[in-house]
């Protein structure tokens, strides 16, 4: 059985995100926000297959997937596009702490 699809306007995704961070920075004082550093984690491939039962978890650090998009903003020929899931580690670490 083919798994439903959800198509998000890439437009619209930049939108959120614009709207989420002029959030965030309201709230945050001088320019940042400190969050935790180390979390559980769900390999992507496995936690994409809901069905075959739950997957093991791997300890991930945000100042890793920090410095992977810092890298990339650096050298944007390095972007790659698992930069998103850095990105959502990253922005799970902020959506966690600005509750």
């Given at each position: 059985m083919d798994e439903p699809?959800?198509?998000?306007?890439?437009?619209?995704?930049r939108r959120v995100l614009?709207?989420?961070?002029?959030?965030?920075?309201?709230?945050?004082?001088?320019?940042?926000?400190a969050v935790g550093d180390t979390y559980w984690s769900v390999p992507p491939a496995e936690a994409a297959d809901v069905y075959a039962g739950p997957p093991e978890l791997t300890v991930g650090m945000v100042s890793e997937a920090w410095e992977h998009l810092e890298r990339?903003?650096?050298d944007e020929s390095s972007a790659v596009g698992y930069g998103f899931v850095w990105l959502g580690d990253v922005l799970r670490a902020v959506g966690a702490e600005v509750v």
């Open positions: 699809t959800l198509r998000i306007p890439l437009a619209e995704l614009d709207v989420l961070v002029r959030h965030v920075e309201s709230q945050a004082s001088g320019g940042g926000i990339m903003v650096e």
